[in-house]
């Protein structure tokens, strides 16, 4: 099984719920596999949106699955500068921390820290005290990912960036209907913030 690795990991006591936020499709541009640095591209709004959520008093955290990595298709270093390449845009709007950032180099799904499997949420509780992600949202656009918010009590966010337009028409499956009257969904990460109080 593989540990997922701590990024970032620093922040101040916010007095609102935590936003757990999925990287890829959320908030950049999933461009077959987002290796270098160079393919961080950020969705329209999406970083404005996270300094939005602060100045909201959200805490934040991003929450990411890397199957690239077990797959060899790119190293942990290359995922360190895809996220240095993040904190740029970040800082470049007044972002200079967040509550966290979590990845799985993991790819097989028995591991526990692949989602829709909630160990990295749980680390992240155990490492940030001020972090529980009950109560709070988990912004994803993958079935994975609306499992996952169910599973650690998050309220499952669906954005229809990257892979959320197909995911809303699969939530029609009957194998979904438990999950789906617990999602709810916006067209991007920008749309999800600006109902946030």
């Known amino acids: ?12 006591y916010r007095t609102k719920c935590v ?14 596999y ?4 160079e393919d961080f591209k950020p969705i329209a709004g999406s970083i404005d949106a996270i300094a939005e959520m602060r100045r909201k008093g959200y805490k934040i ?23 240095d390449e993040m904190f740029k845009h970040l800082g470049g709007v007044g972002v200079a921390e967040i509550d ?19 160990e990295m949420f749980k680390r992240c509780e155990k490492e940030r005290g001020d972090v529980q992600f009950k109560g709070g949202y988990y912004v994803g656009h993958t079935i994975r990912d609306l499992k996952a918010a169910v ?35 916006f067209d991007n990460l920008a749309a999800f913030v600006e109902s946030l109080n």
């Not at 997922?4 to 922040?11: A, C, E, K, N, Q």
């Not at 499952?156 to 617990?182: C, F, H, M, N």
């Open 151 to 185: 599973a650690i009590g998050a309220r499952p966010v669906l954005v229809r960036t990257g892979q959320g337009a197909k995911t809303e028409q699969d939530l029609s499956r009957y194998a979904y209907r438990d999950i789906k009257p617990k999602v709810i969904i």
């Open 61 to 83: 955290s991003i929450i990411t699955d890397q199957r690239g990595i077990e797959q060899g298709r790119y190293k942990e270093a290359d995922v360190e500068l895809v996220n």
């Open 100 to 118: 966290g950032l979590y990845y799985s180099a993991g790819a097989q799904k028995q591991d526990p820290y692949v989602k829709p499997n909630i």
């Open 34 to 37: 987002v290796a270098r640095a």
């Open 1 to 12: 099984m593989n540990k997922p690795s701590v990024i970032w990991s620093g922040g101040e």
């Open 19 to 32: 936003v757990g936020l999925e990287r890829d499709g959320v908030i950049n541009e999933i461009v077959d």
